[in-house]
């Protein structure tokens, strides 16, 4: 968790700074093609790659370390209570096939728990 926390809080100064500067938050397509795997550690291959409606990679406000426990994703939306992001964590179990997720979402800095998913389920089945 000590982990998730430093790159939650880098990223949280990191949003505050593009919402003073920019009035929104910055989306970031996940950190890496495949996750980390079995608690070892993966260097981010996907930091140059950005959503269709962004021209920033994030790295004008924040950089990510050069090994990973977890890939790093953060959505955007606009929802009831205004402009919100959620940062979302993830590792592979490659003994069950399963991905593990954590979830903080901000502004106000709420957790979730660890959750697990089939990554290859058919959603909706």
């Not at 979302?88 to 998913?117: K, L, N």
Request: hydrophobic share 35%.
């Amino acid at each position: 968790m000590t982990a998730i926390n430093q790159y939650a809080d880098a990223i949280f100064a990191a949003q505050a700074a593009r919402l003073a500067a920019k009035s929104s938050y910055l989306q970031r397509q996940t950190t890496h093609t495949a996750p980390p795997a079995d608690g070892g550690t993966l260097a981010p291959d996907n930091l140059a790659t950005t959503p269709t409606d962004e021209s920033e990679t994030g790295s004008e406000y924040f950089t990510f370390p050069n090994q990973m426990h977890t890939c790093v994703t953060v959505n955007v939306s606009n929802g009831p209570q205004g402009l919100e992001f959620e940062c979302v964590f993830e590792f592979d179990w490659t003994a069950t096939g399963m991905r593990q997720r954590y979830v903080i979402a901000g502004p106000d800095r709420v957790d979730t728990d660890w959750s697990e998913y089939d990554p290859n389920a058919t959603p909706f089945s």
